[in-house]
């Protein structure tokens, strides 16, 4: 195929959607930060810092500049960390095309003002809100690399929309399910990570499985209330952009979330572990978000509170396991 797709972000997942575009057939031009990454993908082929040991498709051109990446592109796929995501949208807006549908792949709120991504490419990109889509599930990069069956939410204001896009997602072993809950897919896709930070903690003060059980389950309660206050409809956290990837994050090996929580429940400092991340764990800064959205729209979400008293008020994890046990009292549904 001569269609062109633009990728914007080198991380693991924006080289995974880039993997996918490619298998599937298209030319992909991915904007990568990193200068050294540049060289890394045209010369060896390989996302050497982000996913290394992961073969990439000669039809895959790596760029530093956002105009190259997105000339001509059919549709754009947005995929970098999301408290860096409008300083790139409004780098990107001046070059993208305003008929150029863009698809959100951005995980996270932007702490300052509150929103998710699509919310900011509403605000700063020249690019109609129907033109804007969010793509979210259980799906690490690194299985999507290796062809594994994955299946994804792909929302759109514009069902139409939606529709027109589900087959850059069509695979053997890929499928994106549509909805036009924009809202709720990126609100699962952000706020499974807070929980998958506190399963984490769990596993790392040696607890079993009925206490991960419990957080998960819990926890995808207060996902639908916070969800609700804000506009979501509840069935989207049943799916796979709530349910689906909460339990991927909040039990698979891969997921940096619960690494972070694993670390933090066995005594390490958050800034030790920082210090050595290459990657974004983007449930810490996540975590400041939903604090602060749940106090704005009173919901109670005392995991979430548990979990950023851990992060930032240096509570001892065991400490947060009790009284989080303490107050845990009241109806299931509410």
């Not at 069935?235 to 952009?241: P, Q, V």
């Not at 920082?274 to 729209?297: C, F, N, P, S, Y």
Request: proline share 4%.
């Amino acid at each position: 195929m001569s269609i062109k797709i633009a990728v914007i972000g080198g991380g693991s997942w924006g080289t995974g959607l880039a993997f996918l575009m490619a298998d599937r057939g298209y030319n992909v031009t991915i904007w990568v930060y990193e200068k050294e990454l540049v060289a890394s993908i045209n010369d060896q082929h390989e996302n050497s810092l982000f996913l290394p040991g992961v073969a990439l498709s000669d039809r895959i051109v790596a760029t530093s500049s956002l105009e190259e990446a997105v000339e001509k592109a059919r549709v754009v796929l947005f995929a970098v960390p999301s408290h860096v995501a409008r300083s790139v949208l409004m780098k990107l807006g001046p070059v993208l095309p305003e008929e150029t549908p863009i698809i959100s792949g951005t995980k996270g709120i932007e702490n300052d003002t509150l929103l998710l991504t699509s919310q900011i490419m509403e605000e700063v990109l020249p690019t109609s809100p129907f033109n804007i889509a969010a793509l979210s599930g259980p799906s690490f990069a690194k299985e999507v690399c290796q062809r594994h069956p994955t299946a994804v939410s792909l929302a759109a204001k514009d069902h139409d929309l939606a529709v027109q896009l589900q087959p850059l997602f069509t695979t053997h072993y890929f499928k994106a399910f549509t909805t036009t809950d924009v809202l709720g897919v990126q609100l699962g896709g952000a706020l499974k990570n807070v929980i998958a930070l506190a399963a984490g903690g769990a596993d790392g003060l040696g607890f079993g499985h009925n206490t991960r059980a419990a957080l998960i389950s819990r926890g995808l309660a207060e996902i639908i209330r916070l969800g609700q206050a804000l506009g979501a409809d509840p069935k989207t956290f049943s799916g796979l952009s709530g349910l689906g990837d909460l339990i991927l994050t909040s039990t698979g090996a891969l997921s940096r979330n619960r690494t972070v929580g694993y670390q933090i429940g066995r005594g390490e400092k958050l800034p030790e572990i920082l210090r050595e991340m290459k990657m974004v764990a983007e449930g810490i800064q996540t975590t400041r978000a939903a604090h602060l959205l749940a106090q704005k729209h009173g919901v109670r979400m005392p995991i979430v509170q548990q979990v950023y008293s851990v992060l930032f008020e240096d509570k001892d994890p065991r400490r947060a396991v009790t009284d989080l046990m303490e107050s845990a009292v009241g109806d299931e549904i509410h």
